[in-house]
């Protein structure tokens, strides 16, 4: 990597003293400091990781544990002072409790032993004969290891070492692989035990493995709806923008209606006895609020904004012949997916170990318990953190991979001679000199959201209410976002295209990017937002019709899982599958936008100082300012007073996009 200082070379000339605003000649490093906070960063959270695979044994989630510290369906090792561990338990895979009607917990632990068996008995089992005879049919031997199968009727220790008679009907069941006893009476006593013996976290984590597969198969369906809205962008017409907005608001309204028709479901049929139950409604109650708060406030603005319909489709039209001009950049997402995807599941894996970490000890008995290591297992925080940074990085380096591509198509005079390799030309400066400026870039944009939207959220709050009190506070609420709003609004992705056009690092390019797109805002601002808000109903269109099939797919397992997060992780990666292919548009609109302000600023349209942009953009941004004034107009004269005195419009400032 060329660093601390190496120079990139792009045309003959050495950079000026005044910055020009055009592709700068000579690069250098920038933002090196946070590019070694974030070494220093993954190195703290490869530690954890190597830590946590050798101390962890995620294979006792997947597959379950007998009592004897063997792990089902595999080999283990003996573990000192236990003559039962050891085995080879390849071919016995599921877990089974010799007393499961009767489950009890003593010193945190269960007391019944348990089993690695092939299979669960499907019936009832009343004799030991039966017993012996289940064994030698179907090589499944429900007494303790030590005890032959030939000897389950002769054996004076045989009530103590096999199950207590009669034996319940089970059937294995994804959680640990567990022989759940089907009995009535026997299913609520082993579930309410032996779901609340199992701590949160590893029944969370328990329900992410035991749905693993429908985690996996909803990425895909968000990676195909994500495909989806890509062709509607890329092949825009009034048509698809009208079929769009019609299954986002049946979307919108169906997800709302399931979860709430869910959560009645719930409150009929709720276990009291299960915590997985209590867990899974109040998840499902908060779903069900959000996607409703979520639904009302898509709906008013949708509807406020329907008449803009048409300078949409001009609007994504512009911007795909911009995109027409570098063509692969719409297989750069998928690069990223494949990334992410890899990434996303280390970081699983990881957490499964994190959860297992633990040390195996004999007890009285031969019997093996695990010691969890609460030093490693509790830094679930760190890694959490680790899988918000990278994957921000992550599309951090797409958003800026394109957004210098599309710089070097655009400050190019001849348009019929587009540059060679745009993408790859953009990526080896991200790499080689502007690492430091995404890692910081994806740092603070992602923290600064937090602060604004509390903040927001607590001023709407107040505002409502009447009183002296709230309207006070509302006050200073609203002062402290203004301030709050002075320094941050600087801070998002317009300075990753400010960074590939000057070479500048992530503040100095922020504070560029909003004087420059501050003095020409009346000529775009309005049009840009609103293309946003549409590329950000696309990503809410796949993140709710990929969470209405994770509800469909999860709840059929809904007793003795916890499948509320789950439903979260898939949420959060099919937010992040749309946003990684739908952002190639966003970033293509919001860098075409700030270089077209950089265009009016440095140019003048003379033949000393000629316009970089084509006709059809120019004329774009006439029709849609002529809109614009006219709707001002309009509302100018509805704000007149019966005496015909003229009420003067608040002066606003820039409108902030935060899609």
């Given at each position: 990597?060329?660093?601390?200082?190496?120079?990139?070379?792009?045309?003959?000339?050495?950079?000026?003293?005044?910055?020009?605003?055009?592709?700068?000649?000579?690069?250098?490093?920038?933002?090196?400091?946070?590019?070694?906070?974030?070494?220093?960063?993954?190195?703290?959270?490869?530690?954890?990781?190597?830590?946590?695979?050798?101390?962890?044994?995620?294979?006792?989630?997947?597959?379950?544990?007998?009592?004897?510290?063997?792990?089902?369906?595999?080999?283990?090792?003996?573990?000192?002072?236990?003559?039962?561990?050891?085995?080879?338990?390849?071919?016995?895979?599921?877990?089974?409790?010799?007393?499961?009607?009767?489950?009890?917990?003593?010193?945190a632990r269960l007391s019944s032993t348990a089993l690695c068996?092939?299979?669960?008995?499907?019936?009832?089992?009343?004799?030991?004969?039966?017993?012996?005879?289940?064994?030698?049919?179907?090589?499944?031997?429900?007494?303790?290891?030590?005890?032959?199968?030939?000897?389950?009727?002769?054996?004076?220790?045989?009530?103590?070492?096999?199950?207590?008679?009669?034996?319940?009907?089970?059937?294995?069941?994804?959680?640990?692989?567990?022989?759940?006893?089907?009995?009535?009476?026997?299913?609520?006593?082993?579930?309410?035990?032996?779901?609340?013996?199992?701590?949160?976290?590893?029944?969370?984590?328990?329900?992410?493995?035991?749905?693993?597969?429908?985690?996996?198969?909803?990425?895909?369906?968000?990676?195909?709806?994500?495909?989806a809205m890509m062709f509607t962008f890329r092949f825009i017409?009034?048509?698809?923008?009208?079929?769009?907005?019609?299954?986002?608001?049946?979307?919108?309204?169906?997800?709302?209606?399931?979860?709430?028709?869910?959560?009645?479901?719930?409150?009929?049929?709720?276990?009291?006895?299960?915590?997985?139950?209590?867990?899974?409604?109040?998840?499902?109650?908060?779903?069900?609020?959000?996607?409703?708060?979520?639904?009302?406030?898509?709906?008013?603005?949708?509807?406020?904004?329907?008449?803009?319909?048409?300078?949409?489709?001009?609007?994504?039209?512009?911007?795909?012949?911009?995109?027409?001009?570098?063509?692969?950049?719409?297989?750069?997402?998928?690069?990223?997916?494949?990334?992410?995807?890899?990434?996303?599941?280390?970081?699983?894996?990881?957490?499964?170990?994190?959860?297992?970490?633990?040390?195996?000890?004999?007890?009285?008995?031969?019997?093996?318990?695990?010691?969890?290591?609460?030093?490693?297992?509790?830094?679930?925080?760190?890694?959490?953190?680790?899988?918000?940074?990278?994957?921000?990085?992550?599309?951090?380096?797409?958003?800026?991979?394109?957004?210098?591509?599309?710089?070097?198509?655009?400050?190019?005079?001849?348009?019929?001679?587009?540059?060679?390799?745009?993408?790859?030309?953009?990526?080896?400066?991200?790499?080689?000199?502007?690492?430091?400026?995404?890692?910081?870039?994806?740092?603070?944009?992602?923290?600064?959201?937090?602060?604004?939207?509390?903040?927001?959220?607590?001023?709407?709050?107040?505002?409502?209410?009447?009183?002296?009190?709230?309207?006070?506070?509302?006050?200073?609420?609203?002062?402290?976002?203004?301030?709050?709003?002075?320094?941050?609004?600087?801070?998002?992705?317009?300075?990753?295209?400010?960074?590939?056009?000057?070479?500048?690092?992530?503040?100095?390019?922020?504070?560029?990017?909003?004087?420059i797109l501050s003095k020409n805002s009346s000529h775009f601002?309005?049009?840009?937002?609103?293309?946003?808000?549409?590329?950000?109903?696309?990503?809410?269109?796949?993140?709710?019709?990929?969470?209405?099939?994770?509800?469909?797919?999860?709840?059929?397992?809904?007793?003795?899982?916890?499948?509320?997060?789950?439903?979260?992780?898939?949420?959060?990666?099919?937010?992040?599958?749309?946003?990684?292919?739908?952002?190639?548009?966003?970033?293509?609109?919001?860098?075409?936008?700030?270089?077209?302000?950089?265009?009016?600023?440095?140019?003048?349209?003379?033949?000393?100082?000629?316009?970089?942009?084509?006709?059809?953009?120019?004329?774009?941004?006439?029709?849609?300012?002529?809109?614009?004034?006219?709707?001002?107009?309009?509302?100018?004269?509805?704000?007149?007073?019966?005496?015909?005195?003229?009420?003067?419009?608040?002066?606003?400032?820039?409108?902030?996009?935060?899609?």
């Open positions: 990597m060329q660093c601390l200082g190496a120079e990139y070379l792009v045309s003959e000339e050495r950079a000026p003293r005044q910055r020009e605003w055009r592709p700068q000649i000579y690069r250098k490093c920038t933002d090196t400091a946070w590019l070694f906070l974030f070494f220093l960063f993954w190195t703290g959270l490869m530690f954890i990781v190597g830590y946590a695979v050798v101390a962890g044994a995620a294979g006792r989630l997947l597959f379950g544990y007998d009592s004897f510290g063997n792990v089902c369906g595999k080999k283990n090792s003996p573990v000192e002072g236990a003559p039962l561990s050891g085995q080879d338990m390849t071919l016995k895979k599921h877990v089974f409790f010799m007393n499961s009607c009767n489950l009890e917990v003593k010193d068996v092939s299979s669960c008995p499907e019936e009832q089992l009343d004799t030991l004969e039966e017993v012996q005879l289940f064994a030698n049919t179907s090589g499944s031997f429900l007494c303790v290891y030590s005890l032959n199968s030939f000897n389950y009727t002769q054996s004076p220790q045989a009530d103590s070492l096999c199950p207590r008679l009669p034996v319940p009907p089970s059937k294995s069941f994804p959680l640990f692989n567990r022989c759940i006893p089907q009995t009535p009476e026997c299913y609520s006593l082993f579930a309410s035990v032996l779901i609340n013996d199992v701590d949160t976290l590893h029944r969370i984590l328990s329900g992410i493995m035991s749905e693993r597969d429908t985690i996996l198969g909803l990425c895909i369906l968000a990676l195909a709806l994500s495909l017409t009034t048509l698809l923008v009208h079929i769009f907005i019609a299954l986002l608001i049946l979307g919108l309204l169906f997800v709302s209606g399931v979860l709430w028709w869910l959560y009645y479901d719930y409150t009929n049929d709720l276990s009291i006895e299960l915590d997985t139950e209590r867990e899974n409604m109040k998840c499902v109650l908060g779903f069900a609020v959000v996607s409703t708060a979520i639904t009302a406030v898509l709906l008013i603005l949708i509807f406020v904004l329907r008449k803009r319909i048409k300078l949409t489709v001009e609007l994504f039209q512009v911007t795909n012949k911009a995109i027409s001009r570098s063509p692969f950049l719409l297989f750069q997402p998928l690069w990223t997916f494949a990334i992410l995807i890899f990434f996303w599941v280390l970081w699983v894996a990881v957490l499964l170990s994190l959860g297992t970490a633990g040390s195996a000890r004999a007890v009285k008995g031969g019997h093996v318990e695990y010691k969890p290591l609460s030093g490693i297992r509790y830094m679930w925080w760190y890694h959490l953190i680790g899988l918000v940074w990278t994957s921000e990085f992550i599309l951090a380096c797409q958003q800026m991979a394109i957004a210098g591509a599309v710089v070097t198509c655009y400050f190019n005079r001849n348009k019929n001679d587009p540059p060679d390799r745009p993408i790859l030309s953009s990526l080896s400066i991200l790499f080689c000199y502007h690492q430091g400026t995404v890692v910081k870039g994806s740092f603070l944009i992602t923290v600064v959201r937090i602060p604004r939207i509390i903040l927001m959220h607590i001023y709407n709050a107040l505002k409502e209410k009447r009183s002296a009190w709230s309207s006070c506070a509302s006050r200073c609420c609203y002062c402290c976002f203004c301030c709050l709003d002075k320094h941050l609004r600087p801070l998002n992705q317009n300075a990753y295209t400010t960074t590939a056009i000057n070479g500048t690092d992530f503040c100095t390019s922020a504070k560029d990017a909003l004087k601002t309005s049009v840009n937002c609103f293309g946003d808000f549409v590329i950000f109903l696309g990503k809410v269109l796949v993140v709710f019709f990929t969470v209405f099939g994770g509800l469909m797919a999860f709840n059929y397992n809904r007793a003795l899982q916890v499948w509320a997060i789950p439903l979260l992780l898939v949420a959060f990666f099919a937010y992040l599958v749309a946003h990684s292919f739908l952002s190639v548009f966003e970033t293509v609109l919001d860098a075409l936008f700030l270089c077209f302000a950089v265009d009016l600023e440095t140019n003048d349209g003379s033949s000393e100082k000629p316009y970089f942009m084509d006709q059809e953009l120019l004329n774009f941004v006439r029709r849609s300012n002529k809109l614009n004034n006219e709707g001002a107009q309009r509302d100018k004269n509805s704000l007149r007073n019966e005496e015909g005195t003229e009420l003067r419009p608040i002066v606003r400032q820039e409108p902030i996009c935060t899609w």
